[in-house]
């Protein structure tokens, strides 16, 4: 059951990321690689928040670590920049519900003043969620640009035709 479970969010967010994909238009031979990597990012997430215990931004970070290496390492064969691939990869894992009710909750709270106990816990509920949300579009953008600081030369790199040796 384990297994179908990540299958299933593998599957899911690899379609999310094909859709997000063909808004910002990548070239066709970059749809199957964007689709693998949110398949594995997602489903890397999925298991270390399930399975492993760990929080979303932790876990966020390290499938984000993935995706950038991924992007990194496939990018190279088909000559297409690391962020064509791991931005549509990486949008599926937006934490949306949190943000949503972050929202929700400032809202409620300024409908609320007459309250201030109600008020006070929509503010907790706000700042909670707002963190949440905040902690893991950060752990998102770090890891996934962490591969270009690593690997700064090869990474700019990726666009470029080999040079061929007899030329040097």
């Known amino acids: 059951m384990i297994a179908l479970d990540v299958f299933m969010d593998a599957c899911f967010a690899a379609v999310a990321a094909i859709g997000f994909g063909a808004i910002s238009d990548p070239p066709m031979r970059a749809f ?11 489903s890397l997430r999925f298991s270390l928040m399930n399975y492993a215990g760990i929080d979303i931004a932790t876990a966020s970070l390290f499938a984000a670590i993935v995706i950038g290496m991924g992007s ?3 990018g190279r064969g088909i000559r297409c920049p690391m962020t064509a691939l791991y931005i549509p990869a990486l ?3 937006v934490p949306g519900i949190y ?9 409620m709270f300024m409908q609320s003043l ?3 106990g109600q008020g006070e816990e929509f503010m907790n509920s706000f700042f909670l969620n707002a963190t949440v949300s ?4 950060i ?13 700064k030369r090869r ?3 990726l666009t470029r035709r080999r040079p061929d040796k007899q030329q040097q």
């Open 99 to 107: 943000a949503y009710k972050a929202v929700f909750s400032l809202f």
């Open 114 to 116: 007459n309250d201030p």
């Open 91 to 93: 949008l599926p894992m």
């Open 72 to 74: 990194l390492w496939l």
């Open 32 to 42: 199957p690689r964007i689709a693998l990597l949110a398949a594995v990012g997602h």
């Open 139 to 151: 752990m998102l953008a770090a890891g996934a640009t962490l591969p270009i600081f690593i690997f």
């Open 155 to 157: 990474a700019f790199s």
């Open 134 to 137: 905040l902690s893991v579009i």
